[in-house]
């Protein structure tokens, strides 16, 4: 038992234990911000609502100077299109820039483009179309080193 | 240090009344300047300073016997670099390769081709929305200018 206790055991699991916090936030960009529940598991898996999700990464992005793309659509939820609202509005006020478009005092549309993660801009996208008739309310993230001016052409292709 | 001064010493170091310099004199005297070690005074005295520094001792070895093994230090070593190995492969393969993947009302979809039309779809989506504001905006400075061409 004392064994356990002595703090030379521990320190070989030091250096793995920072790279693990240094690695973790890496692996989870939107973390800390309010709209990081909606790209969590269990919203793949909501009862009640059709939602899709889709996580893009890494060299499939390259030709789009993105690093991170993240969406989430939702049908059918509309308790679920209100707190993303709220959330999107809350990280919004946050923003660098933002366009915004309201609906009937919703938030019909939003590009934000938020504070930047060490070396790469952040964008979010917000939409909902049950404002004009429609069904959906998606939101998406992307990280990466393209410029406000290439998301903007990116959308507009 | 004469027989009667070091009685003396003992006496008051077994009632707790020596200072801390005395007692190092006293076991300075018991283990070098002994003058009758078969004094029974002095044979009690050097017992119990004997005592205090036998119980002193298992508590040294028993410290030893607690510090790991060198192969415990090395197997920690090894775990912490296996791991920190995993980590760093897993994160490394996953920016070079990256992910793709979508789910679809709890459904799973790996394909890239359609993973990535799913996210084309997303962006055409905001591409629309985007496009009637702008359409939108036009139209009403279009009215602007109009109301303030038919002012002048």
Known sequence: MPQSRNPDNMKPLIPTLLLTLVLVPAARAQEGMAIEPFFDDGIKHRPGAEVTAVSVTGKQLQNSNLSIYRSVSVTGDPSLTQDMERAVTRDGAKAESREVSLKDGHLYFGFYTLIPQGKEYRYMFYLNSTLTGGSKTTLIYMQGKAEPYEIRNMIKR | ?152
């Open chain 2, 1 to 152: 240090m004469n027989t009667p001064e070091l009685h003396n010493l003992i006496e008051r170091y077994f009632n707790a009344d020596t200072s801390l310099d005395e007692e190092r004199l006293l076991r300075r005297e018991l283990a070098t300047g002994i003058n009758n070690p078969d004094d029974p005074v002095i044979q009690e005295a050097c017992a119990v300073m004997g005592l205090h520094v036998i119980r002193r001792k298992p508590a040294a070895i028993s410290r030893k016997t607690v510090s790991p093994p060198i192969w415990r230090n090395v197997a920690a070593v090894a775990v912490a670099i296996a791991v920190t190995g995993s980590l760093l492969s897993g994160v490394i393969r996953q920016q070079s390769t990256g992910e793709c993947v979508a789910y679809v009302n709890g459904q799973r979809i790996s394909d890239r081709d359609a993973v990535m039309k799913l996210m084309f779809a997303d962006l055409n989506e905001m591409e629309e929305a985007s496009n009637c504001i702008e359409a939108s905006i036009t139209n009403e400075l279009h009215e602007i200018a109009d109301i303030m061409g038919q002012l002048e």
